[in-house]
């Protein structure tokens, strides 16, 4: 063990790595994915680590094959005892049954091996989900076997149960029929034992004495076309037995349990099947573990471009934000009406737009003498500004779950969070109004300030003070939202002169560089403080993303540890 310890080292933290949930969402084919990391650990738990941390512990040989190939049968005739259940029901074998040599007894029933399964011991099947442990005098020492449920039984656990103990297993005893040796599912086992280099021999059951010299002859031929020749091959013929219990006769298993004696009471033939299979399962590595972490990457690109769509969706709604402050709706209705209150009649409005060329303190002098009710036109902007908050919140809220809709990991997600959850995030937040109206008092507040803190100047204090700060806040606010664009009629000569107006009527008093200076200020606050609301409101989305699937670095070190593990010295 003392030159394994770098090895042993670099394996606890490939472990280590694959603990935690890297395929969240149905990103690529991840029931694949997940398929791959489930396998690729319970190797590590269930066979590298142990089998590396003793090395000179008993073989465990796995009893593998299709449905109703005999396998319990086989087990019960090697040990010559009925300690595996045998039935005509399919599947047979719910609950896999290990048997040992009572001197092995407590290495199997330790959790070092295989110890995801709990332990079961004394007569009976054994309960789904757990590992029946039985021990057999007749069963040399150094040597269990392990009767494993079908490779292709119809019941999924039981498969990927089947994958799991084959994995574990230091030798495959693989066992057939005459009539079934060529199915598919088989020689897909069989090829992983070739591509890993597992120890592995095969029974052939069942053979009519007729059809004996065919049969093996083309299993041989099978097994050296995917690479497996040179396998020890076991025949046992066709027999009439009494009962599904009944055992094969104890000559006609006889090469098996011979070879497997021998395997077992020869230290080196032993240690020599245990290298061969962890080498190869460690060879493994070097593709199977580099595989995983690609499928990592894909993993985080899927989560990425989740939250890309999502602030997509509220980076256009911040642009629609924008388009709403230039396209001159917000100066249309109640605005509108309140305007032509703080101006006078909409006939002295329309005046003054045919006249507007006249000089700047002849427009200033018509209305230093008429005091604008400034207050209902500010509450009319500001509900209007709220409207429209409101409403670029819902429509991103909507673009936002359309898209993730759209999305296989986007609906994987939804449906995970609930119904409930999704309908509210395909809305604002119930609280957004309440949010909204405090950022647009505060942006007035604001506008204020400006106007304020503009005018200390001496030079326009008194043009200032005629006008008053809160009639020059209202005006500074209407310059924000300049244009006119979608507005039809006789409303785009109103809001036209709206804008104007309010510009001609800043610029007499601050100067048309200040002016500027001022409306630039005053926009840019005010997105700031829709945009602070809008990253509150995408927050719920990119909330259910933050902590989800591998960490950044996962990917990386995944690389790092199978370098790790193929940079060792020979075991």
Do not use: C
Not at 42 to 48: A, S
Not at 76 to 92: D, F, H, I, K, M
Not at 151 to 178: K, M, P
Not at 396 to 425: Q, Y
């Amino acid at each position: 063990m003392a030159g394994n310890e770098g090895l042993l080292t670099a394996l606890q933290s490939l472990r280590r790595h694959l603990g935690h949930e890297l395929f969240p969402l149905a990103i690529g084919d991840v029931a694949a994915d997940r398929r791959a990391l489930r396998e690729l650990s319970g190797q590590l738990d269930d066979y590298l680590l142990p089998r590396l941390a003793a090395i000179d512990a008993p073989l465990l040989a796995v009893v593998g094959g299709s449905t109703g190939a005999g396998k319990s049968t086989l087990v019960n005739s090697l040990v010559g005892e009925t300690v595996a259940e045998p039935g005509v029901l399919r599947p047979t074998t719910l609950a896999p049954t290990l048997v040992a040599n009572p001197a092995d007894r407590e290495w199997f029933t330790s959790p070092k091996v295989l110890p995801g399964l709990p332990r079961v011991t004394g007569g009976g099947r054994g309960e789904p989900g757990t590992l029946r442990i039985a021990t057999a005098g007749s069963l040399p020492a150094g040597l269990a076997l392990l009767d494993a449920p079908d490779i292709d039984s119809v019941v999924a656990a039981n498969r990927e149960l089947a994958a799991q103990l084959l994995a574990a297993a230091d030798l495959w005893l693989f066992v057939t029929t005459a009539a079934r040796y060529a199915d598919e599912v088989p020689w897909s086992f069989l090829r992983q034992a070739r591509e890993r280099s597992t120890a592995l021999a095969v029974v052939l059951q069942r053979v009519p004495a007729e059809a004996r010299e065919p049969v093996v002859a083309d299993l041989v031929r099978l097994l050296r076309a995917n690479g497996l020749a040179g396998t020890p091959l076991f025949t046992v013929p066709e027999l009439e037995l009494p009962s599904e219990r009944a055992r094969l006769p104890a000559a006609a298993v006889q090469p098996i349990a011979t070879w497997l004696a021998e395997l077992s009471v020869d230290a080196r033939s032993r240690a020599a099947v245990v290298r061969r299979t962890l080498t190869g399962a460690l060879d493994s590595l070097a593709t199977r573990v580099p595989d995983l972490a690609d499928r990592v990457d894909r993993q985080r690109a899927g989560i990425a471009e989740l939250r890309a769509v999502v602030e997509k969706a509220y980076d256009t709604g911040m642009s629609a934000f924008d388009d709403g402050m230039r396209d001159g709706l917000l100066l249309r209705g109640e605005v509108l009406a309140r305007w032509q209150d703080f101006v006078g009649t909409g006939d002295l409005m329309r005046a003054l737009e045919s006249r507007i060329g006249w000089l700047r303190d002849r427009i200033t002098a018509v209305f230093r003498g008429r005091p604008a009710p400034d207050r209902e036109l500010r509450v009319a902007l500001e509900s209007g500004v709220e409207s429209l908050i409101r409403s670029t919140a819902d429509a991103s809220a909507e673009r936002a779950v359309e898209s993730w809709l759209a999305m296989p990991a986007g609906r994987d997600l939804l449906e995970r969070s609930g119904v409930t959850v999704t309908g509210r995030l395909g809305r604002a937040s119930a609280d957004l109004p309440g949010r909204a109206a405090d950022a647009v008092r505060g942006w007035q507040g604001y506008v204020l300030d400006l106007v304020r803190s503009q005018g200390a100047d001496r030079r326009t204090l008194a043009r200032a003070a005629s006008f008053g700060v809160n009639s020059l806040g209202v005006l500074l606010m209407l310059a924000v939202f300049s244009s006119t664009g979608g507005i039809t009629g006789i409303e785009i000569g109103i809001a036209g002169g709206t804008s104007v107006l309010s510009q001609k009527l800043l610029e007499a008093v601050f100067g048309d560089q200040a002016v500027r200076a001022l409306t630039q200020d005053a926009r840019e606050d005010l997105r700031r403080r829709v945009r602070e609301l809008l990253d509150l409101e995408r927050a719920r989305f990119t909330s259910l993303l933050d902590g989800l699937g591998p960490a950044d670095d996962t990917a990386a070190r995944l690389r790092e540890a199978a370098k790790a593990v193929q940079e060792r010295g020979d075991l």
